[in-house]
């Protein structure tokens, strides 16, 4: 991911100036991600290491996104329906 596209990414989601860290921000950026390793991966299907870096991706991706639903869940369903995932 080149860098105009994360900050592009960052400014989106971000609760403040200077906002990285925010659950929002990882889920939105692990986002990204998933979506470039899983169309490598129509095109490489025998590509093993980067299908284990796309699945480690997805769970980090996943308990972050339970550590919001437990947390907040208004915040939670604002941000699966922005990023289109289904839950």
Aim: aromatic share 6%; glycine share 6%; hydrophobic share 30%.
């Amino acid at each position: 991911m080149d860098k105009e596209k994360k900050k592009e990414i960052i400014e989106n989601f971000q609760h403040r100036e200077r906002d990285t860290g925010s659950t929002e921000v990882q889920v939105a950026l692990l986002t990204e991600r998933i979506n470039r390793l899983t169309e490598h991966m129509l095109a490489n299907r025998h590509d093993y290491h980067t299908q284990r870096g796309l699945l480690k991706f997805v769970g980090q991706r996943r308990r972050l996104l339970a550590y919001l639903s437990r947390e907040d869940v208004g915040r939670y369903h604002k941000l699966i329906t922005r990023l289109g995932l289904r839950k």
